[in-house]
Nanobody, 124 residues
Framework: DVQLVESGGGSVQAGGSLRLSCAAS????????MAWFRQAPGKEREGIAT????????YYGSSVKGRFTISRDNTGNTVYLQMNNLNTDDTGMYYC??????????????????WGQGTQVTVS
């Protein structure tokens, strides 16, 4: 099994920055692909960034490209999301997700069987 724990959320003013962390444990084969999703109140969960742990390849949603950076540590056990130039549309609950493969589209919820509990980001 895989366990994911997010941290680093909080409140920030527009234009500010935050860095989220996702600590992963469990069977490494099941978390080759790691992603960040966010969900604003009343909206669907949105895939915003993903990293292939083995290759380091990254992909971003159009709403965050150029402002957010996903990365992993050398062990592959921690994934980060550096968020810069935040705006009010970035407010929401941010979730870390993991899968053994993309097996389709990286940005959809059903690609990932493992999820963290989420960390709240509020931009005002």
């Amino acid at each position: 099994d895989v366990q994911l724990v997010e941290s680093g959320g909080g409140s920030v003013q527009a234009g500010g920055s935050l860095r989220l962390s996702c600590a992963a444990s469990g069977y490494t084969y099941n978390r080759n692909c790691m992603a960040w999703f966010r969900q604003a109140p009343g909206k669907e969960r949105e895939g915003i960034a993903t990293v292939d742990i083995g290759s380091g390849s990254t992909y971003y949603g159009s709403s965050v490209k150029g402002r957010f950076t996903i990365s992993r540590d050398n062990t592959g056990n921690t994934v980060y999301l550096q968020m810069n130039n935040l705006n009010t549309d970035d407010t929401g609950m941010y979730y870390c997700a993991a899968s053994k493969s993309y097996d389709g589209t990286w940005s959809i919820v059903s690609t990932y069987p493992y999820w963290g509990q989420g960390t709240q980001v509020t931009v005002s």
